[in-house]
């Protein structure tokens, strides 16, 4: 389920943000908009680990997951050295 598209600039008002390195990423919501997809996509339980409000994110699958967001409208905040490691 696609999120509605945001009529803010993504520029300024990141949704998600993105730490990690190695193996394990944590994708933390910023916006109400976020939590609503993590709630509808990634529901915590058996097979979703949550980090407090972070979903923790095995490195093989944090592509997809970073790109799924973005198609459906969510704006990534990553830090630099996720930035290195995934692009």
Request: proline share 9%; net charge negative; with cysteine.
């Given at each position: 389920?696609?999120?509605?598209?945001?009529?803010?600039?993504?520029?300024?008002?990141?949704?998600?943000?993105?730490?990690?390195?190695?193996?394990v990423y944590l994708f933390g919501p910023?916006?109400?908009?976020?939590?609503?997809?993590?709630?509808?996509?990634?529901?915590?339980?058996?097979?979703?680990?949550?980090?407090?409000?972070?979903?923790?994110?095995?490195?093989?699958?944090?592509?997809?997951?970073?790109?799924?967001?973005?198609?459906?409208?969510?704006?990534?905040?990553?830090?630099?050295?996720?930035?290195?490691?995934?692009?």
């Amino acid at each position: 389920m696609p999120a509605e598209p945001r009529p803010h600039d993504h520029r300024n008002r990141p949704d998600f943000s993105l730490y990690g390195s190695g193996t394990v990423y944590l994708f933390g919501p910023l916006s109400d908009t976020a939590q609503a997809w993590l709630d509808a996509h990634c529901p915590p339980g058996a097979d979703h680990q949550y980090l407090g409000q972070k979903l923790a994110i095995e490195f093989r699958c944090i592509e997809d997951i970073i790109h799924l967001a973005i198609r459906d409208g969510l704006a990534p905040a990553a830090t630099a050295s996720a930035e290195r490691s995934v692009n």
